[in-house]
């Protein structure tokens, strides 16, 4: 890698970094929070606490690897969650390193290009957040990395420091658990498994070791216990098809125009299809959904493109396996036909890994197999014919990453945006902080509400005194109303925060990555306690 590579790919790491600090925090940074604080003040002691439900820490899955990270933030920066999104800096400037070094593997040439297009697209741009996929991601690819350097350099050292980020990472997020299989299927792919035994087992020890301490000290595996609270039928996994579709149609358009510049098509019918992408994803945020179809515009547009990235990524990985034109009978041992080999069984894991890791359907959970997607694209697109126009389509799928990229943040900045301000409009219309409680749980409110003073009220807390008032926020079409009915309550007021966007985002549970919305962005009715 030159200077001038490394200064863009850190340029690139910059962009999404400070992006990202100026977002609210989202679903599962509120509870993430209480983790990394409590680290911060008792890192010998990461579980030993109840969080505000009172619930033992040790029963909500929170691997701890990115929590001691943001708690020696907090230790550095104090309460400042726009200096904790900063400190996320190494961890994204990691990502687009090992996303680099990933695609001049296995696409020479058309690194840099990849990089940018994955780094800004909307499959991560938006998922950034303080949440745990984009940091294990960051991991688990550096670690496929150092181990496929360990294969060329014939390094033992290089497979255990493999082994040892690969162990990181699972303990970063457990869809990070994929490491130790995928470096197997390298290792015999190049004819090294004992190489990819030795990583793989690092990992696993390393992993293991952590969760015999979390046993010992609190009586039960940190793992084995989120495992056993997540029972799931394969009706449920079954259900999981429909949202991988619509998830992928809404974040890798990008994508689909780089699998099929590989597959041979003209240039000129490519850039079409971006700018009718562009338009379609257009239509899906201005024209209503309440007429006489009853088929969402969004399932039908990020349906359809779905459908086409899983056919594109299917011929271009028959396609991989083909000849050259003119190419004499293959040698079976033949690297770049071992590479084939690996790549398919690589994208399987990752299928495999949504499947049966992903308790519900989010944006998140596709990030890897994106990634993996990108890969064989890129690869098909590097040895196909030379092509002048190349380099013209390249650009025109980046800009379009991009845009979808900045539409995707734009609407995930919203909508969690309105969950915090609407803590600063309901004590506006209360007119004062003393005594006001709040129920919500899992989001921006919660975080916001307590540091703006609000007092949280469960069947664990003091009752309110009369004259005290009660915050509840809707959540996806309903009031939390958990436990605000044991008190004597009268509603006095709603209050309505809109938002700039006609969007509303389901990155973090949803069948795709946003939708159209009518009403308000967020909504709150204020009780008075009798």
Excluded at 33 to 55: M, N, R, S, V
Excluded at 251 to 261: E, Q
Aim: overall charge positive; charged content about 15%.
């Amino acid at each position: 890698m030159n200077r001038s590579s490394f200064l863009l790919l850190s340029l690139l790491a910059t962009v999404v970094t400070v992006l990202n600090a100026f977002k609210p925090l989202t679903v599962d940074d509120s509870v993430y929070y209480y983790y990394a604080a409590h680290i911060a003040e008792h890192p010998q002691d990461p579980y030993g606490f109840k969080l505000a439900g009172q619930q033992p820490a040790n029963d909500v899955l929170a691997p701890p690897a990115l929590l001691y990270w943001w708690g020696a933030g907090i230790r550095l920066f104090g309460e400042r969650p726009f200096l904790w999104k900063l400190w996320l800096w190494p961890i994204l400037l990691l990502l687009s390193l090992a996303l680099y070094a990933l695609f001049s593997r296995f696409a020479a040439g058309l690194q840099l290009p990849l990089t940018s297009l994955t780094l800004l697209s909307p499959t991560v741009l938006p998922t950034v957040n303080l949440m745990l996929d984009v940091p294990a991601l960051a991991l688990s690819l550096a670690a496929l990395v150092l181990f496929f350097r360990s294969c060329d350099r014939q390094s033992v050292i290089l497979a255990l420091a493999a082994g040892v980020v690969g162990g990181l990472a699972m303990q970063t997020k457990y869809t990070a658990m994929l490491f130790p299989l995928t470096v197997l299927a390298y290792g015999m792919s190049r004819r090294q498994g004992g190489r990819g035994v030795v990583s793989a087992a690092v990992a696993v020890l390393l992993f293991g070791a952590w969760e015999c301490f979390i046993a010992r000290t609190y009586g039960e595996s940190h793992f084995l216990n989120a495992t056993r609270s997540r029972g799931a039928t394969l009706g449920d996994k079954v259900r999981l098809v429909q949202p991988l579709i619509g998830i992928l149609g809404s974040t890798s358009a990008a994508l689909l125009v780089v699998l099929l510049a590989g597959l041979g098509w003209p240039a000129r019918r490519v850039l079409s299809l971006a700018g009718l992408t562009t338009v379609a994803v257009a239509a899906v945020a201005v024209v209503p959904d309440d007429g006489p179809v009853r088929l969402p515009l969004n399932a039908v547009v990020f349906g359809g493109l779905g459908l086409g990235v899983v056919v594109a990524v299917a011929a271009a990985l028959r396609r991989l396996w083909q000849l050259e034109p003119g190419h004499p009978c293959p040698d079976r041992r033949r690297p770049w036909e071992r590479v084939e080999v690996f790549l398919c069984a690589w994208l399987v894991l990752e299928v495999l890994g949504y499947f049966a890791l992903s308790p519900y359907p989010a944006v998140r959970r596709v990030i890897s197999l994106v990634v993996v997607a990108t890969v064989v694209a890129g690869r098909q697109l590097s040895r196909a014919a030379a092509d002048g126009n190349r380099p013209m389509v390249l650009r025109a799928a980046v800009g379009l990453s991009l845009a979808l990229g900045l539409v995707g943040y734009g609407v995930d900045f919203a909508t969690y945006d309105a969950e915090k301000e609407i803590v600063h409009v309901a004590l506006g219309q209360i007119g004062a902080r003393e005594g006001v409680w709040f129920v919500g749980h899992h989001g921006a409110f919660e975080f916001y509400a307590e540091h703006a003073g609000l007092r949280r009220r469960n069947a664990s807390t003091p009752r309110p005194r009369p004259g005290d008032w009660l915050v509840v926020i809707k959540k996806r079409g309903l009031y939390l109303t958990l436990f605000h009915p044991i008190d004597r309550c009268e509603a006095v007021a709603r209050v309505q925060v809109d938002g700039p966007m006609p969007l509303r985002s389901r990155y973090q549970l949803g069948g795709v990555a946003w939708e159209r919305h009518r009403g308000a962005m967020a909504e709150a009715i204020l009780y008075r306690v009798r």
